[in-house]
C-alpha cells in the first residue's frame, strides 16, 4: 500500500523500489527489509519511522549506496545508485564517531570538499556558510570533542550542508541528545529546510517526531521490513513544538500511525 | 597491554600535578629524593665494601673528564646515529607494510607464518651473518636493529588500522573520500595512538641493540667504549660510558613522550579537560 505510481516515479527526486536485504547465511539467514518501496519529491520532507531492529538502518544503508541490497535499486534524480552518490549527504546517529576527532570542527566541514577538489577559498566560504545556518560560527576552530553533543551533531549537519547536496539523509540523528536539545535541533532541521529548500529524509524510531517534522511519514511494519502506508501529513509549513503538538490534528495523526505499526506487528505474529 | 596502561597512567600523573604550585612541590620532593639517595650511595661506598663500584662524586669526575677532553663526542654520536637510522628504516619498512596488512585480512593471513616466525628469531643470533655482511661497520649495527625494531611498528600499525571506528569508515565512504585522502585523513590518524607506541618501544629497543652490537662485535659507539675502558682497567671511565648509555636512554623516552602528547592532542587519553 504506497503511493507511488509510475509517473510520481518519474518525477521523483528518490526512488526505491523492491529492496530486499537479508544478513547471514544457510540455517543463519534472516530477512530485514522485504520489497520496500517509496518515493521522495524534491523539497520533500520525509520521515521513514520503524520499530528499534525493523532495519531503518540497513535501509538507509542501502539507499545510499553503502550496502548492496538483495534485489530491488534506488535511483537518485533517476540515476541508479550503486555506491554514495554525489548528491546525497548522510548525518550519522553517532555523531561522536562520525566527526573525525582529529580535525577542527572547520576541519571536518571542509574535509570532503577537500577530496572532492574544491578550491580552499570556496571550501572555506561554503564552511563558513554551513557553520553559520547551524550557528556555530564561534566554534570553527574548537575539535567536535570540545563541544556538547547537540553542538558536535549541528558540525554533522554543517558537514553535510557544505557538500550541497539534493538531498540530506539522517538517521536517527537526534536520538542521542537530551529532551530540550532534541526539539532546538528538530527545528533547526525544518527552518534549513524552509531557507535552503533542501530535500530531507530522516529516519527516527519516535512517532512524534516523524509526525512533527514530516510532510509525509513511510511508516515501516516490523521484520522483515516492507514499507505499510505513506501518511500525509496536513499541518502546513510553519511548526512549533508546543502549539503543532496540541493541535487535534497532529494528535489524531500520531494516534494513526502509532495504530498501522502496531497493526503491522500484529499482522506479522499472526503469520 | 602495556601501551593503553602507560598512556593512561600518565594522564592521571599529570592531573595530579595540575595545580602550579603543587607541580613545584612535587619537583622539589623529587629532587630532594635524589639527593637523599646520592647521599646514601655515597656513605655506602665510603664506609661500606662495594668492590670497584665508584661514589657518585667518583662517577661525576669520570663524566667529567669523559666530557672535558671531548671523547664523548664521537662514542656518542655513533651510537645516535645508528640509533636514528635504524628507527627510521625500521619505520619506513613497518609502517607501510603494517597498513597494507591492517587493511587486507587476507595478505595479513599470507604473512602471519612468515612474520612469526622471524619475529621470534633472536637478533644477537644474526650477529656473525651481520659482520659477514657488513663487518664491523654501521651496517651491522643497522642490520640488527631494523631487524628487532620493525616487529612493533609493523604489529601495532596493523592493531591500529584494525581500530579504525567502523562509524567513520563508513561516514568518509558516503562522502566519497578518495583514497589517498583515506590513508592519510582517517587511517593514518586513526592508527596513530598505536603507532606512537610501537615507535617509542621500537626507540628504546633501538638503542639496546645498538649497545649490545657496539660490545659483541664490537663496533664503535658507546657500548665498545664500555668495553674497551674496562680492558683497560680504567674502571670509572667504564661506569661513567654505562651512565652515560642510561642518561641518553631516559632522554630518548623524554623525547618520545613528549611528542606522543604534542601529536596527539586529540586523541582521549591525551585530553586536558573537557571531551569525552
Ligand atoms: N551487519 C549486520 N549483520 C547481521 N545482522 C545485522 C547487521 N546489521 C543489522 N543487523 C540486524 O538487522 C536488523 C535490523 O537492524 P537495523 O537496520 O540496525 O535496525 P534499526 O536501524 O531499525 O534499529 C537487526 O535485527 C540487526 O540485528
Ligand atoms: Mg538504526
Excluded at chain 1, 553542538?151 to 550542508?161: C, G, P, T
Excluded at chain 2, 642490520?143 to 579504525?164: K, M, S
Excluded at chain 2, 664490537?218 to 667504549?225: D, K, T, V
Amino acid at each position: 500500500m504506497t503511493s507511488s505510481t509510475s509517473p510520481v516515479v518519474e518525477s521523483a527526486l528518490l526512488s526505491v523500489s523492491g529492496l530486499a536485504k537479508s544478513y547471514g547465511d544457510g540455517a543463519s539467514r534472516r530477512q530485514v527489509l522485504a520489497d520496500v518501496e517509496f518515493t521522495a519529491q524534491a523539497g520533500d520532507f520525509l520521515t521513514i519511522v520503524g520499530p528499534s531492529g525493523a532495519g531503518k538502518t540497513t535501509l538507509l544503508r542501502c539507499m545510499s549506496g553503502l550496502l548492496a541490497p538483495d534485489a530491488g535499486e534506488t535511483r537518485l534524480s533517476g540515476a541508479p545508485v550503486a555506491e554514495p552518490p554525489a548528491d546525497m549527504a548522510l548525518v550519522f546517529q553517532d555523531y561522536s564517531r562520525s566527526l573525525l576527532p582529529w580535525m577542527s570542527v572547520v576541519g571536518n566541514v571542509t574535509f570532503p570538499l577537500r577530496s572532492r577538489g574544491v578550491a580552499k577559498p570556496e571550501r572555506r566560504t561554503r564552511a563558513e556558510e554551513a557553520l553559520a545556518a547551524v550557528g556555530l560560527e564561534s566554534s570553527a576552530r574548537l575539535y567536535p570533542w570540545q563541544l556538547s553533543g547537540g553542538m558536535q551533531q549541528r558540525v554533522a549537519i554543517a558537514r553535510a550542508l557544505a557538500y550541497g547536496p539534493r538531498i540530506l539523509v539522517m538517521d536517527e540523528p537526534f536520538a542521542s541528545v537530551d529532551a530540550q536539545t532534541r526539539a532546538e535541533l528538530e527545528d533547526l532541521v525544518l527552518d534549513l529546510r524552509d531557507r535552503l529548500g533542501v530535500t530531507f529524509l530522516l529516519v527516527t524510531h519516535d512517532i512524534d517526531e516523524a509526525v512533527y517534522l514530516a510532510d509525509r511519514v513511510v511508516v515501516l511494519s516490523g521484520a522483515p521490513t516492507t514499507v505499510t502506508a505513506v501518511v500525509p501529513v496536513d499541518l502546513g509549513r510553519k511548526r512549533d513544538q508546543v502549539e503543532t503538538k496540541a493541535r487535534p490534528q497532529f494528535v489524531s495523526l500520531r494516534s494513526q500511525v502509532y495504530r498501522l505499526i502496531r497493526a503491522a506487528a500484529e499482522d506479522k505474529e499472526a503469520k | 597491554m602495556t601501551a593503553a596502561t602507560g598512556t593512561r597512567a600518565r594522564g592521571v600523573a599529570r592531573r595530579a600535578g595540575g595545580v602550579p604550585g603543587g607541580a613545584r612541590r612535587v619537583w622539589a620532593v623529587k629532587a630532594g629524593f635524589v639527593a637523599l639517595l646520592a647521599a646514601v650511595w655515597e656513605a655506602a661506598v665510603r664506609f661500606g665494601d662495594l668492590g670497584t663500584f665508584p661514589a657518585p662524586t667518583e662517577l661525576c669526575r669520570a663524566l667529567t673528564d669523559l666530557v672535558g677532553d671531548g671523547e664523548i663526542g664521537g662514542p656518542v654520536l655513533d651510537t645516535l646515529t645508528s640509533w636514528a637510522l635504524g628507527l627510521l628504516v625500521s619505520a619506513a619498512i613497518g609502517v607501510p607494510v603494517g597498513l597494507v596488512l591492517g587493511v587486507s585480512a587476507s595478505a595479513y593471513r599470507l604473512c602471519r607464518f612468515l612474520l612469526d616466525f622471524l619475529r621470534t628469531i633472536p637478533s644477537l643470533a644474526l650477529v656473525p651473518l651481520a659482520v659477514l655482511l657488513y663487518g664491523s661497520g654501521l651496517g651491522s649495527k643497522m642490520l640488527l636493529i631494523v631487524f628487532t625494531c620493525v616487529w612493533p611498528i609493523l604489529l601495532q600499525t596493523v592493531y591500529g588500522v584494525r581500530d579504525i571506528d567502523p562509524v567513520a569508515a563508513e561516514t568518509c565512504r558516503s562522502y566519497r573520500i578518495r583514497p589517498s585522502h583515506r590513508a592519510l585523513f582517517l587511517i593514518l590518524p586513526s592508527a596513530a595512538g598505536y603507532l606512537a607506541t610501537g615507535v617509542r618501544i621500537a626507540a628504546g629497543v633501538s638503542l639496546l641493540i645498538s649497545l649490545s652490537a657496539e660490545i659483541i662485535i664490537p663496533s664503535p659507539g658507546i657500548g665498545q667504549a664500555i668495553t674497551s675502558a674496562q680492558l683497560g682497567g680504567a674502571i670509572p671511565a667504564m661506569y661513567a660510558w654505562i651512565a652515560v648509555a642510561g642518561v641518553l636512554g631516559v632522554l630518548i623516552n623524554l623525547l618520545f613522550t613528549r611528542v606522543e602528547r604534542r601529536a596527539l592532542r586529540w586523541h582521549p587519553s591525551q585530553r586536558q579537560g573537557g571531551g569525552r
